[in-house]
């Protein structure tokens, strides 16, 4: 990481012990978890992080807070955070996507795409979701490659795109995670 401190914003489950356990493990005096669902001021934290030049982690596919936004995923509309983005807009930092790859047992393999620059015109919303978009093409194909790796807990696309999808008879294994 070349030597700068990295700071990972996430939601922290409260009330359970693992999470706690997973929380300390991963803090120490060169990574700090920056708690999104705690403090107001995570998202100035993590702009003030940028402008020291350190890290800043943020987990790219479960909107938990703020703004989101729906674009095409795997054939449908899925809605994933802006937050990355906005940081991006605000501090010219380019957004990095990247996941993790398990090859075995205790290896991994850090698989990381094109910086995604945004752009600037007179439609920032529209700008934030073209950097959206870029980064979710980059997960697809990750987890098109690494399909049995995705994990997800909760209902990823939306209801109605389920229906629909059922409705016209279409099935696949990403929909039925």
Known sequence: MHDRPANIARAVEHGNPAEMILRDMKTNDRRRIVSMDEDALAPLELLRALRRNEIVAIQGD??????SAAVP???????F???????????GAPVLPGVVVREGWLRYRVVMGEPIELSRTDDRDRDLEAGLLQAARFLEGVIATHHCQWLNFYRFWSPEA??????KGLTTAASQV
Do not use: I, M, Q
């Open 81 to 91: 955070p802006l937050g990355p983005f906005f940081l991006s807009y605000v501090s």
């Open 162 to 167: 389920t229906k629909d999808d059922e409705a």
């Open 73 to 79: 995923f795997f054939g449908r509309d899925a809605n």
């Open 62 to 67: 479960r909107p938990y807070r703020g703004r």
